[in-house]
């Protein structure tokens, strides 16, 4: 009875904290002078699972493992409390006769192609530019394999915003937003990135 | 105080059939196979470091170890192989025909409890390496493969219980897991519910239409879906009360046939109408193996030593399922 009580109480802090995490951090219906007590809140729960201890600590070892492996990490808040915009990476190839290619990643099938979308949110959410940068540069690298003739890549990360149903009524379309560019140079043995 | 733990121990551990058991195994072996045949193209390219790949593994188990460095991840299973002379590339095939094979065993109930455990080790290290491509799916196939692992197999359907001829499995104890089950998925909805009421898009509908359009969900045709968008408030004001709710409605007697059917109807919905039908099926799975046949609850607490849960607290499917099923209707509770 005692590791179900822990395994739940486990379950329902993960829950409050992503909760927590959400209304902090995105525009809720809740007035965003209460994003303070939203983020204390996750901050405390987050020091109940362990996460403010030292990365080497035991305790906080255990019940990452723990959560990892029963499942029950993160949260269950999909498309919540809005669904999240559309967002798209483009690939500018660059031809040493002055040629211009665009490719966009692709996938064998539509399974990936689900997991791809999610790995562009994730790419939007990075707050950490070189992370940011090192994955889009991943991506940018499997392209040039196919390519390898190109002399640079720039990889364009935008959002595609989305009509509402009145303004797709008046033959509105979804109109695009760069957030980010990015330029790659491959060679054969290394390789070698600009910056942005 | 002794009425008090006396109430949580019939709440803990009511007396239940295993048929949820079964279903919740046959679901996430199904889940697993699923799984497995989508990513067959891809699976060496998500893993391997030196193929053309979208994201790879070694960046996404450097993230996993800001968490913890003990979190189990495919590069183990790499590394292990390199020790023992084996390439990267044969590590992986065998890792998916391992996983292939377990989730089989898993499906027929052979080394049920065995391949549950090899198949939960082998899909978590897949999806840990493979985080940043991960969507909800994978964790609630997570989820429903750690249940297995600490559940009380084999269920009656599995091949292993007609090979061991073993006595039935403890009553009490299947239904203290499927209580569990039953919380785990409570909180879920709960929890998805009460974020959804947060967003004004929920509100007004703009939430289902954008669902819908957004690429790659985009299943229906925008021109299609524009005709109808006077239902889109009433479609997701009744998604975050449906997902709201569930935690406390699904508990009562009058209102769980009805909660349960218009949630396995959402979920179909969105399988069919956004191509989610991975994650269709894996919370069909959960909640039949939770709600569905078999279940049933009452807030009283039985009087005696030894009572029997009356027909009329089961419900309407319930009723009309299990004599078919051949599985027994009367529950003996102990006080």
Sequence with gaps: MACLGLHLFFIFSVCVRDTFSIFATTPTIFSPKLAKYWRGGEESVS??????????????????????????????????????????????????????????????????????????????????????????????????????????????????????????????????????????TFRKADSKQEAP | MR??????????FPADSDHWLGVLRIGIAIQVLLYCLSLREDWNDLFSLTSVGLIKRDLTEAVLSANSHLIPRIGWLVDAGAYLGVSEQTVLTVSWWTLVLAGFCLLVGFFSRSAAIVAAILHLCAVKSTEALTYGVDNFTTIGLFYLMIAPLPDRWAIDSWLSKTGKQDQHLQGFHRRILQLHLCLIYFFGGITKCAGAGWWDGTSV?????????????????????????????SVCLLETGYSFFIWSRKMRFLWLI???????????????YLFALVMITFNI???????????????????????????????????????????????
Excluded at chain 1, 81 to 110: Q, T, W
Excluded at chain 1, 148 to 177: C, H, M, Q, W
């Design chain 1, 47 to 184: 020091a109940a699972l362990g996460q403010r201890l030292a990365a080497s600590n035991p305790v906080r070892n255990a019940i990452a493992v723990y959560l990892h492996g029963a499942g029950i990490e993160a949260g269950y808040g999909f498309f919540a409390p809005n669904v999240p915009n559309n967002y798209k990476l483009v690939f500018e190839l660059h031809y040493a006769d002055g040629r211009m290619e665009y490719e966009i990643p692709r996938v064998s099938s539509r399974a990936t192609g689900l997991r791809l979308s999610g790995l562009l949110d994730q790419i939007a959410d990075t707050d950490y530019e070189p992370l940011r940068q090192m994955m889009v540069k991943i991506l940018t690298y499997s392209v040039w394999q196919d390519h390898p003739n190109v002399t640079s890549i720039r990889a364009v990360f935008g959002i595609a915003n989305l009509p509402t149903p009145s303004d797709f009524a008046k033959g509105e379309k979804e109109s695009y937003e760069l957030l980010y560019a990015y330029d790659f």
């Design chain 2, 3 to 12: 009425n008090l733990t006396r109430r949580l121990e019939f709440f803990l």
């Design chain 2, 209 to 237: 239409w954008r669902a819908l359009i957004r690429p790659p969900f985009n299943m229906i045709p925008p021109e299609l879906l524009i005709v109808g968008k006077s239902i889109f408030p009433v479609l997701s004001v």
């Design chain 2, 262 to 276: 218009v949630v396995l109807a959402m979920h179909i919905g969105i399988g069919l109408a956004m191509g989610l």
């Design chain 2, 289 to 335: 193996a939770a709600f569905g046949p078999g279940f049933a609850f009452s807030w009283k607490l039985p009087k005696g030593p030894t009572q029997m849960v009356s027909p009329r607290k089961a419900t309407w499917f319930a009723k009309w399922l299990l004599p078919r099923s051949g599985a027994i209707f009367l529950i003996d509770i102990e006080a």
